[in-house]
């Protein structure tokens, strides 16, 4: 008598056991939609170039500029300096700059850029890993201007969080080097 409710809950049991076999779900991608890039005339005191639309431009001062990206949380650091028979010392010191995140790279390339109608010859730096910086760069004309510029992102360095974003600053500082114009 005490096993009567035993055999209705065991049928029960196995009659919702029977059905469908559950599968495992396949491994979701983030998907980050980056705006399309337009690009606009932006000015700095010696040179100019074709920067993205939905960056900010800040002033530092004469000789600087910071193009704010809020909506990918990152800017980019443009500093000019006159060549003033110092260009080895800036070569130097732009190289050294880049070469500084190597404690906390995988992998730092370099890409030259060469453009000699306009006069503007440069160093591109790709930065992988978790380093401060995933881009550097530099452009001259050898004689009068130096430019450089760094990416910086306003978060502690993911590489594989921040790496939509830094490719996508990445296309826009390349740009930047194949539009500059010296005043």
């Known amino acids: 008598m005490r096993y009567k409710w035993f055999a209705p809950i065991i049928f029960f049991v196995f009659f919702l056991s029977c059905g469908d076999e559950t599968l495992p779900k396949p491994k979701g991608m983030l998907r980050l939609d980056y705006p399309q890039a337009k690009h606009v005339p932006m000015k700095s005191g010696k040179f100019q170039f074709q920067g ?27 500093t000019y300096k006159p060549v003033e028979e110092n260009l080895n010392s800036l070569l130097s010191d732009a190289q050294k700059l880049s070469y500084e995140h190597v404690i906390k790279a995988d992998d730092i390339s370099e890409q030259p850029f060469i453009n000699p109608e306009d006069s503007v010859y440069g160093m591109f730096y790709e930065v992988r890993g978790n380093a401060a910086s995933q881009a550097q760069f530099y452009v001259t004309d050898s004689t009068r201007h130096f430019v450089t510029g760094s990416l910086y992102f306003y978060a502690k360095p993911n590489y594989d969080s921040i790496y939509p974003a830094a490719i996508y600053l990445q296309k826009d500082i390349r740009r930047i080097m194949e539009t500059i114009e010296w005043q």
């Open 52 to 78: 993205n639309a939905i960056a900010s431009v800040k002033k530092e001062g004469n000789n600087a500029i910071t193009l704010d990206y809020p909506l990918l949380k990152g800017a980019i650091y443009i």
